[in-house]
């Protein structure tokens, strides 16, 4: 399981992820269900969690928790679409993303990624045929993000990482 560090925030390791993850995912489905009423308002959750990560980049003080949040909803999201259309999903969780050349480089690079994962969504229920590409994406783009966030001693002034 995932450390505070000395600043509040929760240390996620590749070693606790996983586990961080399934938890968070448990802690929102208890709270709030399983189930959306439509993809609209799936895509209208993730863009308010999204939201508020860039809001608490914004106040200087990325908050890893609204990262936590953001890859809850989507992973129950993609659960939901899949339940929906009978595919299975854990093939693709297993795989990372496709999205090329994604270098974090500070936090509001980070939001900017989501933001494209997010709008590759959108673009799927547009259609009415809401996909799981990219909530995916979002899951795998938002986890690398929470590890570069919460790696011990990381600030913006470090250079970035490519994931």
Not at 7 to 30: F, H
Not at 141 to 161: A, I, K, M, P
């Amino acid at each position: 399981m995932s450390k505070k560090n000395s600043n509040g925030w929760t240390q996620v390791t590749n070693d606790t992820i996983k586990d961080d993850i399934v938890l968070a995912v448990l802690r929102t489905e208890k709270k709030h269900g399983s189930n959306f009423s439509s993809a609209h308002e799936l895509y209208a959750v993730l863009l308010e969690e999204i939201e508020e990560f860039q809001d608490s980049c914004e106040e200087g003080d990325p908050d890893p928790a609204e990262l936590m949040d953001t890859i809850s909803a989507a992973y129950l999201g993609a659960l939901w679409i899949s339940k929906d259309n009978g595919k299975d999903i854990s093939s693709f969780l297993a795989k990372k993303s496709d999205i090329e050349d994604l270098v974090i480089e500070d936090a509001q690079g980070l939001c900017a990624a989501m933001f494209r994962c997010i709008k590759i969504f959108w673009a799927s229920v547009k259609k009415n045929e809401p996909s799981l590409e990219g909530l995916l994406k979002l899951i795998y783009v938002t986890s690398e993000g929470l590890l570069w966030l919460c790696q011990e001693g990381r600030n913006e002034s470090q250079e970035g990482d490519r994931i």
